[in-house]
């Protein structure tokens, strides 16, 4: 495994230039944001590249090369059930096979999608398998993985989660997982390490991020997103013993990114996120050692 961090996040602790942030935190890989515009981040300058042609994917990858950054994966924020599927997956498709270029492991796709709270079981679950397959058809030359993060209200229900995979059925589907999502979901802390055990053989690529709750509430089942943007916390000051989840990897097989994710920031002065970051990324060479 390796470490890597979200472009968002760097960004938001409001270095110069996304090349500069990984530069000081010493982090060479990147999940990239990927817009419906095809734009994403620029490394030395506050714009957007359009990979829109091959062409201009090589392009963006001898950027990347110039700066010695690694591109682990795209973030998109996906929705199987927009009214135009066509447009979705052909918009899911382009991101593949821009990150086939780029020799990305995984593009992470969102869980969410419209109608997720209102619509029976059985039709969200058939609407996001329809829109996957297309894309994994439309995409068989390439080896790139779609990982479903556990993200909102769907998206942390290993019902849901398991019918998806069970499905689609395919090597190239499996999960974003995100160690502080089933946390912030409501489920008890012992339950989340049995929840991250059942999916870890499924992981293609991973979202870190830690939460404190009060000791007593910590193995207790809580309101979804109880609280949040109260208890939200950096890696090395959450419940989440990210030691233990790495060997929970580890034993799965897993050899991808640990991407950073702390959405604690907010909490802190400028100056304190970037110093919350270079713990966050201490935290995780500690627990590589491990």
């Not at 059942?198 to 809580?222: D, S, W």
């Not at 702390?262 to 500690?286: I, K, N, P, T």
Request: aromatic letters at 8%; proline letters at 4%; charged letters at 30%.
């Amino acid at each position: 495994m390796y470490i890597s961090i979200r472009d968002g996040i760097v960004m938001h602790a409001k270095y110069p230039s996304l090349a500069q942030g990984l530069r000081e935190l010493g982090v060479e890989a990147v999940e990239l944001a990927y817009g419906r515009d095809q734009g994403v981040t620029a490394l030395d300058k506050p714009e957007q590249w359009r990979l829109d042609s091959p062409d201009a994917v090589r392009r963006y990858q001898e950027h990347l090369e110039k700066h010695g950054v690694r591109p682990s994966a795209f973030l998109l924020g996906t929705n199987f059930n927009q009214p135009d599927l066509d447009a979705e997956v052909e918009w899911v498709m382009g991101a593949v096979r821009a990150g086939h270029i780029l020799g990305m492991a995984a593009v992470r796709v969102d869980s969410a999608m419209s109608g997720e709270r209102e619509l029976p079981m059985e039709d969200r679950v058939a609407r996001y398998v329809q829109g996957i397959k297309r894309v994994l058809q439309e995409t068989d030359d390439t080896q790139v993985a779609l990982g479903v993060e556990n993200h909102g209200f769907q998206g942390n229900d290993p019902e849901w989660l398991d019918s998806l995979f069970a499905r689609v059925d395919s090597p190239r589907f499996g999960m974003t997982l995100d160690t502080g999502n089933f946390y912030w979901a409501g489920h008890p802390l012992d339950r989340v390490y049995q929840i991250l055990e059942h999916f870890a053989p499924l992981t293609k690529h991973t979202h870190a991020k830690n939460i404190a709750y009060p000791a007593e509430m910590r193995n207790t089942q809580r309101q979804i997103g109880y609280e949040y943007g109260k208890y939200v916390a950096p890696l090395d000051e959450g419940d989440i013993d990210h030691h233990r989840v790495a060997r929970i990897l580890t034993k799965a097989g897993y050899k991808g990114d640990l991407c950073i994710e702390d959405e604690s920031l907010g909490h802190y002065s400028e100056a304190e996120q970037r110093e919350v970051l270079r713990r966050d990324v201490q935290h995780f060479r500690e627990v590589l050692k491990d």
